[in-house]
């Protein structure tokens, strides 16, 4: 308080003194509730965008997902080249059939050989498929061809089947990519928009954003036992802002503005041009199909309810008291709590199954070992890995493989007693932790308890 005031006070009615104070505790009060307010609905809005992001990452992973599986199914089915074959195979394909994001899919045979070409036309005569025999493009002095076999879910599909796409630089660089890779791949922006004008994208807006999902078709080389070759690709057009619209979290009561980029290029945005310039919180980032996303929120449907603070300032001087303690001391303790409640649980255990990991089961272990009150009694720790885990990521996915790893983890812990622990100690490696053991044959015992309980099947989700 300023020299100059004080002598005001001193001559001023008791009265006014409390007025002034009291307004200015309102005020003081006003400014804090007006900041938890901010805070709240940072908190809010931050939990929306977590969960659009969250959903939003799902689709993507889901229909790369979805893509596998019909590859997979696509090549090994003995009847997949037939026409009707193919279109059985697809007319079950639930993005297709159930949602508008995924517009229509191509099948394209890689010709490598006179005698790929012969089997190729061999069988299109049995079908009498004349359209493409009649329209059929493929040359040998530009092998390996890429002819466009079969097509659900785009008009004027007849007039499009025959065409050799080899000459498309971006065909080409993707027969290359997925060569080399085990899953379906992403192509994105301009690659999306050559690739699907040369087999029949629907004439609609040519600036929609969307991606191309390829999956490799692969058959075993004759005469070896593990050499494979990709014999054809499937491709299909993902339209991302209906993979937007079809969000659960998206709707007009929860309005949120989120942003999509593939490899640093924005593909699909709920972003005005006015709220680009505010992004709010942090990326997501994630890798799939050869491809790092990123979904940026913005601060657009971030609203704050100020009336709270508006009736602190009018009701005056306990209210303003009461409205300034909150308002220091609640915002730093709750931000304060859950940042290390955060950071001490995730530094401890394993994102997939919740269990300990590494850096857990050494602090856990450390404390079974420290807390023993008789030296006679036993500690045990007992090691477990997954044979031919890489058999089921190979053969049905990583999402299997990781369902398989958490199907283990909810095993292991229906299993353990009050004092136990069991952790992932990395890859495919578990760890239990029994203590209070008075002999050998107690930890044999709890041996036997793991073997009994996965002598029962693992049946996964699909």
């Known amino acids: 308080m300023s020299r100059d005031a004080q002598p005001w006070i001193g001559r001023a009615p008791l009265a006014v003194v409390v007025v002034v104070l ?46 596998d599986g019909l590859g997979a199914a696509l090549a090994g089915s003995s009847d997949t080249p037939s026409i009707r074959g193919f279109e059985n195979q ?42 493409f025999l009649d329209q059929y493009q493929g040359e040998s002095s530009r092998r390996p061809n890429a002819i466009l076999t079969r097509l659900v879910g785009v008009d ?17 660089e993707l027969m290359i990519t997925s060569a080399y890779s085990d899953r379906t791949v992403v192509a994105t922006s301009d690659v999306a928009a050559s690739v699907f004008e040369q087999i029949g994208a629907e004439p ?7 991606v191309i999902l390829v999956a490799p078709l692969r058959e075993r080389v004759a005469g070896s036992e593990e050499d494979e070759r990709v014999v054809a690709l499937l491709i299909g057009r993902l339209y991302l802002d209906q993979v937007f619209a079809d969000m659960d979290s998206i709707d007009a009561e929860h309005t949120v503005a989120i942003e999509l980029s593939a490899d640093q290029v924005t593909l699909a945005s709920t972003v005005p041009v006015e709220f680009q310039d505010e992004p709010f919180g942090q990326p997501v980032v994630f890798t799939e ?11 657009m449907g971030r609203n704050v309810d100020h009336r709270g603070s508006w009736v602190a ?28 409640e955060r950071s001490e649980f995730d530094a401890r255990h394993d994102a997939l199954t919740g269990l300990y990991n590494r850096a857990g089961l050494t602090h856990e272990l450390d404390a079974r070992l420290a807390d023993r009150r008789e030296p006679d009694t036993l500690v045990a720790v007992l090691f477990l890995d997954l044979d ?16 398989v790893l958490v199907h283990v983890a909810r095993r292991l ?13 990395g890859g495919d490696e578990f760890v239990m932790v029994a203590s209070g053991l008075s002999s050998v044959a107690d930890v044999e015992a709890v041996a036997d308890r793991i073997f009994e309980a996965f002598r029962q099947p693992a049946v996964l989700s699909d």
């Open 204 to 210: 609609g807006d040519p600036d929609r954003p969307g």
């Open 22 to 67: 009291g307004i200015a505790l309102s005020i003081f009060a006003w400014r804090g509730l007006r900041s938890v307010e901010s805070t709240e609905a940072d908190i809010a809005y931050e939990r929306l965008l977590l969960a659009q992001s969250s959903e939003l990452r799902s689709e993507i992973q889901g229909y790369l997902d979805a893509m």
């Open 413 to 425: 812990e229906s299993i353990t007693r009050a004092d136990d622990i069991v952790g992932r100690f």
């Open 289 to 299: 199909g050869d491809v790092t996303w990123t979904i940026q929120g913005f601060a």
């Open 156 to 172: 004027g599909t007849a007039g499009l089947l025959g065409r050799d796409l080899s000459g498309n630089p971006d065909v080409k």
């Open 388 to 403: 031919r885990l890489k058999v089921v990521n190979d053969s049905i996915g990583h999402s299997a493989g990781d369902e």
């Open 90 to 131: 697809v007319s079950g394909f639930a993005p297709l059939v159930d949602r508008q994001a995924l517009s229509g899919v191509a099948l394209v045979e890689i010709v490598a050989t006179d005698s790929d070409e012969q089997a190729m036309l061999g069988r299109e005569r049995l079908y009498e498929n004349t359209s």
């Open 313 to 340: 300032l009018i009701t005056g001087f306990v209210l303003a008291i009461t409205g300034g303690l909150f308002s220091t001391s609640a915002r730093r303790h709750a931000i304060t709590l859950g940042r290390l």
